[in-house]
């Protein structure tokens, strides 16, 4: 039987249609005509030759072939077929045609109720088809021992396709909410098996008027090319009763497929109901729209959890480009509470509306969160939050949501920092237990050592960063104080108890220095370096310490390393207490107390020297967070029963 003809269009319309498509989707389209007549299998198979460039490319199928003897129902079709089954993909009968923008020639074998037949199309006049019915002998040798099928032959091939490595993604990509939703059908490409994309997927079970739907929430990774986000209403069989829509389908980044089951399924109509099908299940049922409701309460949760996982991302791509504020001249503290205070502020922004970012480039979004970084720590929060309502996209129910959260994030960073305040506190308290009752028997250096590096800010906002030795200026400074004579004897007059020497000689000094870039008072950036050296516990302070620590000036200030003028100095000396004997630190104190910095004994203007007590270094944490304190009135704890090396242990914990 010969049923040639033509399709109801111009071949340069044909042509016209399929012109900006890339090659390999038309054997999308080819896969996608087996998938849609029934196949549980499609493999695809590209030929190529010793330069890799493309020869031949045949699609096989064991769907229900081509109903050649109703072919003015398929091939004589152009943008009108007879597919109208939800579950078809291939809706306007014109994909089979798209071959062209491969190869000059495409053969078509196919089985349909066991009979055979072969047609036959040329690029050159493509709306025409060469069609007639064969016998077994003349039958593709794919096709021989099925019982149907079809399987396409493209030859002369025109265009090189990317090699299967590069083929396999966009296959994935194509087909892989098919497969996920059809896991008992198979998609070959060369061979290998074309995989699920990745995704995340939510299984739930809800009940509605007595039915029980299994719901399956897939979110891609990656947008699906071929598909939009809908709602799926399946049959026992896994077979699409009905699709819908999802209300998703505009949020960036965010592509769903939900999966229904239920046996109320099986009794669905896509019509509307009649006085002839009122025991149908419709649109329009109550049990549907309830059904519908839930699924996109549900969808909602999770998009509300991958919107906050993808901002929380997106931040951390902000902080690695350099988008937030580094806070060089605050204290450490305040300076994370700040960056921490507007990642959070940008993260809540991000969930509001994920647009707001999205186009931006580097610099816009470096001055909009640093303009949003000032604004939150003005008097001006409700200006910023009138600014928002103004300008973000939201429903009132959304905004209200979002208000709640930017209060949430503000009670959270006021917890954190009475958290911190906490800890402070009970460390000042340790160590003022410390250095009245165990200071005789503090004798390890590095447990000590541990105890100073981790509450640094107890000698102020300027020393919270202090850290351990920094290798070069560390050595460096702390070689030129070993020059100093005698620096680390020990005499009677250093002792209020000539018995203890020989255990304070058992103890250290201790020392830390670092060198950090900071704006001086005129504005201007500079270096500031912090030498703090920590006589042992069992030292009084006197006047030879004193000129120690004014002879070490002296060096560092001639010193080629600390010369510039560009760099200030601070040096510390801290000791539990100031020697009763000793009349010239007392007088040194007395003269610089009108500069208003508590422990100045000198300043030449580019190297001052401070002299501390352990009591004054926590009697000045006291007096500067006296309200806090007082108000939160923290029970101390009795330490009376502690060790020193418990009390040490305790102390050794970072308390900021």
């Not at 087996?34 to 064991?62: H, P, Q, Y």
């Not at 208003?596 to 401070?610: A, H, I, Q, T, Y």
């Amino acid at each position: 039987m010969d049923f040639s003809g033509s399709a109801a269009i111009t071949d340069n319309g044909i042509k016209k249609h399929f012109k900006n498509i890339d090659p390999w989707k038309a054997i999308f389209e080819l896969a996608w005509n087996g998938l849609d007549a029934n196949a549980t299998k499609v493999s695809v198979n590209i030929a190529t030759n010793e330069m890799e460039g493309t020869e031949a490319v045949d699609v096989f199928d064991n769907g229900d072939g081509i109903d050649f003897w109703n072919i003015k129902d398929n091939f004589a079709k152009f943008n009108d077929s007879s597919k109208s089954d939800v579950d078809q993909h291939g809706s306007h009968g014109r994909g089979r045609l798209s071959f062209f923008r491969i190869a000059e020639n495409a053969t078509w074998f196919t089985k349909h109720n066991g009979e055979n037949a072969r047609i036959k199309i040329c690029a050159s006049a493509i709306k025409k088809f060469d069609g007639t019915s064969i016998d077994d002998s003349l039958q593709h040798a794919a096709l021989v021992k099925e019982s149907k099928g079809t399987i396409v032959l493209l030859n002369n091939c025109e265009t090189n396709l990317p090699p299967t490595e590069n083929l396999m993604p966009k296959f994935t990509t194509e087909f892989g909410w098919y497969l996920a939703l059809n896991s008992r059908k198979s998609l070959l490409l060369n061979g290998n098996q074309v995989p699920v994309p990745k995704h995340d997927l939510h299984e739930f079970t809800v009940s509605i008027d007595d039915h029980n739907f299994s719901l399956k929430i897939i979110r891609w990774h990656e947008k699906p090319t071929s598909e939009k986000s809908y709602y799926y209403l399946l049959s026992c069989d896994s077979k699409i009763l009905h699709k819908k829509l999802s209300s998703f389908n505009n949020k960036g980044d965010f592509w769903v497929s939900v999966y229904v089951e239920s046996t109320w399924n099986d009794d669905f109509v896509e019509e509307q109901p009649d006085m002839f099908n009122t025991d149908k299940n419709t649109c329009e049922s109550p049990t549907y729209k309830n059904l519908v409701s839930q699924i996109q309460s549900l969808v909602q949760n999770v998009y509300d959890e991958f919107l906050r996982r993808f901002a929380e991302e997106q931040i951390d791509k902000f902080e690695e480009e350099g988008v937030f504020p580094n806070y060089q001249h605050e204290t450490k503290e305040y300076a994370d509470w700040r960056l921490n205070n507007t990642k959070r502020l940008v993260t809540e922004i991000y969930i509001a509306d994920p647009q707001v970012f999205k186009k931006l480039n580097l610099k816009q979004k470096k001055i909009i969160v640093r303009l949003l970084d000032k604004i939150t720590v003005s008097d001006h929060n409700d200006s910023l939050f009138e600014v928002l309502n103004e300008v973000l996209d939201l429903e009132p129910e959304e905004m209200m949501t979002f208000a709640e959260q930017i209060k949430k994030s503000q009670l959270e960073h006021i917890i954190n920092t009475i958290e911190v305040l906490h800890r402070r506190e009970a460390s000042v308290h340790c160590i003022r237990e410390v250095m009245r009752n165990h200071y005789k028997d503090v004798l390890e250096t590095p447990d000590l050592q541990l105890v100073i590096e981790n509450n640094t800010w107890l000698f102020g906002a300027k020393y919270e960063t202090l850290g351990a030795e920094e290798n070069d200026f560390q050595s460096i400074a702390k070689n030129l104080r070993d020059t100093l004579p005698k620096i680390n004897d020990v005499n009677e007059e250093d002792l209020e108890d000539a018995s203890q020497i020989d255990g304070v000689r058992k103890q250290v000094d201790l020392f830390l220095a670092r060198k950090v870039p900071r704006v001086n008072s005129l504005g201007k950036r500079c270096f500031h370096c912090v030498v703090v050296e920590i006589k042992r516990p069992g030292i009084a302070l006197n006047k030879r310490h004193l000129e120690q620590l004014q002879e070490y000036a002296d060096i560092l200030t001639v010193h080629p390393e600390f010369s510039s003028q560009h760099m200030t100095i601070d040096l510390v000396l801290v000791g539990r207490k100031i020697s009763g004997q000793d009349a010239r630190i007392p007088r040194e104190l007395k003269t610089s107390a009108d500069k208003g910095e508590p422990g100045l004994v000198s300043d030449d203007g580019r190297v001052k020297c401070f002299v501390k007590t352990w009591e004054t270094i926590l009697d000045e944490f006291d007096l500067a967070n006296d309200y806090l304190l007082s108000n939160l009135n923290s029970k101390k704890q009795d330490l009376s029963g502690y060790s020193t090396s418990e009390l040490v242990k305790k102390l050794q914990r970072p308390s900021h």
